[in-house]
């Protein structure tokens, strides 16, 4: 994986005060780590600090698991695989 | 620098929930510092018995964070002024990570919040800052997210009796939902009480 995706991973772990392995790839957040809107915009905000970019809000529903927020973030930040 | 009367003008609270006296500087979207003179005679320290303490007339931890975010809703409402948003927006306190109160204040001190703009995510603000009475801290918080969301939504929905933390309570719907999801209203005061101690 790479160094922005174990990134990402401790991003969400950090919000969502877990440790970074506890963090699936494809772990729902609200599902299986409990999360509700408020940390899903916590995250959203860290990664726009980190990053220095911007992710429109409506892209929030889609950023349910880290690969997805991986994915979303990718498009934003002109990341390549 | 704001007087007492443009506060009251620019909160949607009222008296006595109006917790900060003066605004000393602003500059929108960056930084607020605000003061809130705390006296003997505020509701908080009515009908206690005599003989108390000191340490019983500290004030209490809860009205710290109010005043505080009192002082980043400004700063919010002066950031967002210019830009087109919701006319019916109530704001809420949603989440505060990592409040940690370093030291006691009490009548006689003037709290000085210093509050500083993180990230403005669609309707939610992010802010962290501190609280000092003269050059002494009084307490730190790493973040504060605030939330305005539609009154009509929040009405409806306590209309139907759901209280705040139900599914489906109010106040917070899930970014791109009408409704349902869970609620985010929560105050996370880690490590307050070791740091009182």
Redo the contacts between chains.
């Keep these: 994986m790479s160094r922005q995706f174990e990134e990402l991973r401790e991003i969400v772990a950090e919000v969502l005060e877990l440790e970074p392995d506890e963090i699936a790839e494809t772990g729902d957040f609200?599902e299986q780590y409990d999360?509700?809107?408020?940390?899903?915009?916590?995250i959203?905000?860290r990664i726009?600090?980190r990053y220095k970019i911007e992710i429109p809000?409506?892209e929030?529903?889609q950023m349910q698991n880290l690969a997805a927020v991986y994915t979303v973030v990718s498009r934003y930040a002109g990341w390549q695989d | 620098m704001l007087e007492y009367a443009e506060i009251l003008a620019l909160l949607p609270h009222g008296h006595p929930m109006v917790l900060l006296d003066r605004v000393l500087s602003l500059e929108p979207g960056v930084c607020i510092i605000a003061t809130k003179a705390i006296t003997g005679s505020e509701p908080c320290y009515c009908n206690l018995p005599r003989g108390l303490a000191t340490e019983r007339y500290a004030y209490p931890v809860p009205l710290l964070v109010e005043s505080f975010g009192q002082a980043a809703a400004i700063l919010w409402l002066e950031t967002v002024k210019s830009r087109p948003h919701r006319e019916d927006g109530v704001l809420m306190l949603?989440?505060v990570?990592n409040y940690q109160v370093a030291r006691n204040a009490y009548p006689g001190d003037v709290l000085r919040h210093i509050v500083h703009l993180?990230?403005i995510?669609?309707d939610?603000v992010?802010v962290t800052g501190e609280t000092r009475v003269g050059d002494k801290l009084v307490a730190t918080v790493d973040?504060m997210?605030a939330?305005a969301r539609p009154r009509s939504v929040i009405l409806e929905r306590g209309n139907r009796g759901a209280k705040v933390g139900d599914p489906g309570g109010p106040p917070?719907?899930?970014?791109?939902?009408a409704s349902g999801?869970?609620?985010?209203t929560?105050i996370e005061a880690r490590n307050r009480e070791e740091m009182a101690e």
């Design positions: 609200v999360a509700d809107s408020m940390r899903a915009i916590e959203l905000s726009e600090k809000q409506r929030l529903p | 949603a989440v990570r993180d990230n995510v669609g939610n992010i973040s997210v939330a917070v719907v899930r970014p791109g939902q999801g869970s609620v985010a929560r």
